[in-house]
């Protein structure tokens, strides 16, 4: 029912857009200006369009959910580390064979010059050791170039892989992939394919529907730039998909999947963020039950952030072959045995080893069995139920936005066009001489207001210097403070350590705390505790014996500096909220005192009643805006953090002996893999230093941005805007001075046309009104 | 003497009295109507077909069977009978002092309209084999018919400005408000009845006091009298404030008696036709029009696809923008 009464909205809403489009007015310029807008609003609305991205972890499954809802093999899935650049799969009806589209080869070409040229220096490569690598190796040197488009399954696999491998060995190479050039969705590799599962949705199979596939988020080499794309991307997102490893996740700590779902879920807000709880067919029977793994999930790996119904267990495996399966099946009437993933398909969907010739021979002629199979298999999959939920969702955010984008619009052209007949109307029926002097009162009006902008751009600006300066002494005061409050943190452990540890050499409980696991590091230690405190108080160095406590207590340290980053950035958050607050206050002071008589002399010049926009209600929602702004930050800063840590070589030896992130390619010098693991606190501290100016860097390019582009171009759109709606009044009045002194119109007739007009577009307003009431109630709903 | 039904059956419409009888009950006002659609067919059949193309045409394309038995094209309906017809009309025109519409004068226009292209209208009949023979006396029938509605308008001015037209007016408001508290309406769904008894108050005494008036606010002011009873007595019935439900609607049009159903659709569409040859915004009425003309079936569909009636439409808007439909043509 819910969908039903969008649809009404939406229906509404073209029905009032097509209204207005016959009531614009005669003048070429105008009517072509309203026209191309008009007309724009509706194709978006005709044609929605949105995205769902897919994120999760290294190898969760991402690609294999995407490839199940396709019902196609369009992404590489398999074993090793694949998917390293996003990619977008776009539902287009009709478009039974998948086709990519690469809209920038330059990039790409440049990096593959660059590998090429790095072969021939014979670099050291785990990754061109395996028979991959020696397969890649051999594709691009061979007569190997990149072209626009690739059709056909086979090709775009191939393509992706070895654009896959190629991003991989770059990393090897030390060569930075160009991922900055990818950071427009527009950019990014595109298949276009008909999706099996929407094929039968009639309602939102029309619509544009895209899934980006995302690279494993423990990808962390590279991650600085990759992590820009993701993140524009998922601003761009109606909904997110978090994939997880379910049998991996639920044996491992509860801190990982939060982090993960802590680190997208802003950009959608709760309410639009899934996580599919993949792989169950890999879970034991007593735990499979998908209550069980609802609860879970939401409960105890989430702490209730997120409801049960958004949780949905699933096995992208399953739900991947029986659709590969049932395509075949409709395709030719039966399964080709040799189709090279025809083993996988036999494990998955018929439990049975298809390289066997006898049990092959029992399917080969039992293509009944295999369908029943096939559905049995989807259906244990859970997809179906999953999928229309999340899609469903995605829809129905999707065409709320672009429903109120389009109603907005509408709502101010209609006002325009009736203040513009008002304009008619009196223009009609005062002498002429009157509409020549109020033409020339409004000449002078426009250049007030024009100088009036100028005069508010310029404060604005001022302000934002002030401003910066503000936030400089906040940061270096807060940077500093929280430094200092990390390192006595890391101080304080040595004592403690100390303390503890003369009492009695106790075995430590596997407490989550990380003062506990930053003693057991040490407790488990082989040499003995005096010698190596006091080597940890000369040297500002820390041992550990396990790879593991090493990791434990980074991490540990990460979280702290994570905390402590986050409230700095919230402390800043508020002072700059304060500020702007301020500023608008300052702004809409000069706007009450210098504007607002401008816009009354307006008024009285073009006649009565004329309803112009005043700049404050504008100004309340750019308050939010700001908030929004700065939440956005703080989620790049934590990521960002990380990553630069790593890549600062803060990890010293550790680097390359504590391979925590599960990324083989990084144990490139495997000799100095010892059982000592150390931490130093200089490199803590220096990691510190840089973690924070990096903050520092953000938070000021950030506000700056913010003043810029948000509030001081807000109030000169707005002025602008409003310049322009004045000047075309003028015009209007203008013409109709001209026509009336050529006396080629019919006054009488015009009048009553105005008039009829005033009536339809009031009819228009109201109609609006109601459609945007009615939106927002389904959508308080929804 | 003439009455109403010898100019219908001298137009040749194939209506029986008894349903007239029938549908006067309620739409107060059908025969009036149908005689102007005949009169307005004679000068639409000659006019260029694009014309009147943005209008909708109320029969043959409908059908309206169930009033005129069986469906025969109106261009045979009209050029047979335009003499006799018009004849019948100019009698009936001049001794009707018992029965004064708003309908009268809207005949007058036309016939204002008629001898003013009368020139492409005989044309159009001479070409026509079997009227060619009689353009002659056609000319004569449109020169006396022209000037028997302008005197019939004279004389409807003055007995205007001779009696209290404004009690007149009042008292057709007071008994549409007792048929309709006396359930004389209640065959029809509400949006039905509230269409149905502002016609009747329009058509007659209503509609030509409101022409009268020349001042705005008085003008305003017997139009938010009009509202203000309405309100009153439909607040009683539903939720003024809670939207129309169309398909609700749809189902209980489907129900309807045919005949009254093909009375509403006669009615509104010609109501329709006159508002956008008026270059006016038809809401209310059209969607009378399309719920009334259309199967059960398509109703639906077909509000879907009509961009000037609102999905959302609650009572008290219907009310007001039917009113306005009424008043201001
Ligand atoms: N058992 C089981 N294996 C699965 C399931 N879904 C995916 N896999 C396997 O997990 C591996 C990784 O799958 P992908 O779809 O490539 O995972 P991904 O998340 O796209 O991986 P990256 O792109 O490398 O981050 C493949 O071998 C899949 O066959 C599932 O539901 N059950
Ligand atoms: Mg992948």
């Known amino acids: 029912m819910h969908s039903n009464n969008i649809h009404h909205v939406q229906n509404e809403t073209l029905k009032i857009l097509e209204e207005t489009q016959t009531i614009l007015p005669k003048t070429q310029e105008l009517e072509k200006m309203y026209k191309e807008i008009l007309d724009n609003e509706k194709l978006k609305l005709n044609h929605l369009e949105y995205v769902i991205a897919v994120v999760g972890t290294v190898k969760a499954g991402k690609s ?224 499979a039950d998908p209550e069980k793994i609802k609860n879970n999930i939401a409960e105890n790996k989430l702490d209730g952030n997120i409801s049960k119904d958004h949780v949905f267990p699933i096995s992208a495996k399953k739900a991947f072959f029986s659709q590969l399966g049932l395509t075949e099946l409709e395709k030719h009437g039966k399964i080709d045995l040799e189709l090279p993933w025809i083993e996988d398909f036999g494990k998955t969907i018929l439990g049975s080893n298809l390289e066997d010739e006898e049990e092959k021979e029992e399917y080969k002629n039992n293509v009944e069995k295999v369908r029943k199979r096939c559905y049995k298999a989807w259906e244990n999959s859970l ?8 899609i469903a ?27 513009s007949f008002k304009i008619q109307e009196s223009a009609l029926s005062q002498t002429i001489e009157k509409l020549k002097k109020d033409i020339d009162t409004l000449q002078k009006d426009i250049e007030q207001m024009k100088s009036i902008s100028q005069k508010l751009t310029q404060q604005v600006g001022e302000h934002l210097k002030e401003i910066k300066a503000e936030l400089d ?10 430094s200092a409050k990390i390192m006595t943190i890391f101080e304080e452990q040595e004592d403690k350590l100390q303390l503890e540890n003369k009492e009695k050499e106790k075995v430590v409980k596997n407490d989550q705390g990380l003062l506990k696991i930053f003693f057991k590091s040490i407790i488990i230690g082989k040499k003995s505790f005096p010698r190596r405190l006091e080597e940890l108080k000369q040297n500002g160095t820390l041992t550990f014996r396990e790879k593991k406590d090493a990791s434990e207590f980074m991490k540990s340290m990460i979280k702290i500096a994570q905390q402590l980053t986050l409230k700095i950035i919230e402390d800043i958050e508020t002072k700059f909220i304060e500020k702007s607050t301020d500023l608008l206050e300052s702004i809409n002071d000069s706007i009450n005192s210098e504007l607002e008589k401008v816009i009354e002399d307006i008024k009285s010049s073009l006649g009565t009643n004329i309803n112009l926009e005043f700049p404050k209600i504008a100004f309340q929602t750019n308050n939010l805006n700001v908030k929004k702004n700065f939440n956005g930050m703080i989620k790049t800063k934590k990521i960002e953090r990380t990553q630069y840590v790593e890549q600062d070589g803060f990890w010293g030896s550790v680097k390359r002996t504590i391979d925590c992130f599960d990324c083989n390619w990084g144990l490139d010098e495997k000799t100095i893999y010892e059982d000592e693991i150390i931490i130093v606190k200089k490199d803590l501290e220096e990691a510190l230093k840089k973690l924070f100016d990096t903050v520092l860097k953000t938070v000021l390019e ?76 389904e959508m308080s709903h929804a | 003497m003439s009455n109403n039904f010898d100019v219908i059956r001298a137009f040749n419409i194939p209506v029986e009295a008894e349903t007239i009888n029938q549908i006067q009950e309620t739409h107060r006002y059908i ?110 029938v449109f020169f006396q018919f022209e000037i028997n509605t302008s005197e019939r308008i004279l004389y409807l001015n003055d007995y205007v400005r ?90 209980e049009v489907a129900i309807l008696q045919p005949i009254q159903k093909d009375a509403l659709a006669f009615i509104s569409t ?35 696809k009509r961009s000037n009636i609102t999905n959302f439409f609650t009572y008290e808007d219907y009310l007001k923008t039917t009113l306005q439909e009424h008043l201001k043509v």
């Open chain 1, 64 to 287: 294999t959910t995407i490839n199940a809802i396709v019902g196609k093999e369009v992404l590489p899935h398999r074993t090793e580390a694949m998917t390293s650049l996003p990619t977008l799969i776009t539902h287009t009806l009709g478009q039974v064979e998948p086709i990519l589209k690469l809209p920038k080869i330059e990039p790409l070409e440049m990096l593959l010059t660059d590998i090429k040229q790095k072969l021939k220096e014979n670099i050291k490569s785990n990754f061109l050791k395996t028979d991959e690598g020696q397969e890649f190796k051999k594709i691009i040197t061979s007569n190997f170039s990149f072209s626009a488009s690739y059709s056909g399954e086979k090709n775009i696999f191939e393509f992706l892989r070895t654009l896959n491998d190629m991003m991989r060995i770059a990393k090897e190479l030390d060569l930075h992939p160009p991922f900055k050039e990818f950071e427009n969705v527009d950019q990014l590799p595109r298949i276009e394919v008909e999706f099996k599962y929407l094929k039968g949705e009639e309602a939102i199979s029309q619509a544009r529907l895209s899934l980006l596939d995302t690279p494993g988020t423990n990808e962390y080499k590279h991650s600085e730039y990759l992590n820009e794309i993701l993140t524009s991307q998922l601003k761009k997102a109606s909904s997110v998909v978090l994939v997880i490893n379910y049998p991996q996740i639920s044996s491992s700590a509860s801190g990982d999947l939060q982090e993960r779902f802590s680190q997208t879920v802003d950009f959608v807000g709760k309410e639009h963020m899934f996580v599919f709880a993949n792989q169950i067919d890999n879970v034991d029977k007593k735990d």
């Open chain 1, 702 to 777: 950030n506000s700056h941005t913010l003043y810029t582009n948000t509030i001081s171009l807000a109030v000169k759109t707005l002025l602008d805007n409003l310049i322009v709606e004045i000047e075309n009044y003028r015009e209007e009045k203008l013409a109709i001075t001209k026509k009336r002194e050529a006396d080629t119109i019919n006054t009488k007739d015009e009048i009553v046309s105005a008039q009829r007009l005033q009536k339809t577009t009031a009819r228009l307003q109201k109609r609006t009104e109601v459609a945007q009431t009615m939106l927002l109630k």
């Open chain 2, 162 to 251: 001779r009696i209290d037209i404004r009690t007149k007016a009042m008292d057709s408001l007071d008994l549409e408000l007792s048929r309709l508290n006396s359930n004389k309406y209640n065959h029809l769904a509400i949006p039905l009845q509230i269409y149905t008894a502002l016609d009747n108050i329009k058509s007659g005494y209503g509609g030509i006091y409101y022409d009268t008036l020349t001042n705005e606010k008085e003008k305003n002011e017997f139009q938010e009298r009009i509202e203000n009873e309405f309100m009153v007595h439909f607040k009683e019935k539903c939720d003024l404030t809670s939207f129309i439900n169309y398909s609700q609607l749809a189902e």
């Open chain 1, 383 to 390: 997809f179906q139920t999953t999928l229309n939920v999340v």
């Open chain 1, 393 to 419: 969702n995605a829809h129905a955010k999707a065409s709320f936005q672009s429903i109120q984008g389009t109603l907005n619009k509408l709502a101010q052209i209609i006002n325009e066009l009736q203040n």
């Open chain 2, 270 to 304: 010609q109501h329709y036709n006159a508002i956008v040859t008026n270059y006016g915004y038809s809401e209310a009425t059209d969607l009378v029009s399309i719920l009334t003309s259309s199967s059960k079936y398509n109703v639906l569909q077909e509000l879907d």
């Open chain 1, 473 to 482: 002494d906040l940061m270096n005061s807060e940077l500093s403070t929280a």
């Open chain 2, 31 to 140: 025969s009036d109507k149908l005689i102007l659609d005949a009169v307005n067919g004679v000068n639409v059949v000659a006019r260029d077909f694009h014309e009147v193309n943005k209008s909708r045409q109320s029969f043959p394309e409908r059908m309206l069977d169930n009033i005129f038995g069986c469906s025969k094209k109106r261009q045979d309906l009209i050029n047979e009978n335009v003499i006799e017809g018009l004849n019948a009309c100019t009698q009936w025109l001049r001794d009707h002092d018992k029965h004064i519409s708003r309908i009268d004068q809207k005949i007058s226009l036309v016939a204002n309209e008629l001898s003013r292209t009368q020139d492409e209208i005989l044309k159009f009949y001479s070409q026509h084999q079997k009227l060619k023979n009689s353009v002659n006396e056609l000319s004569k």
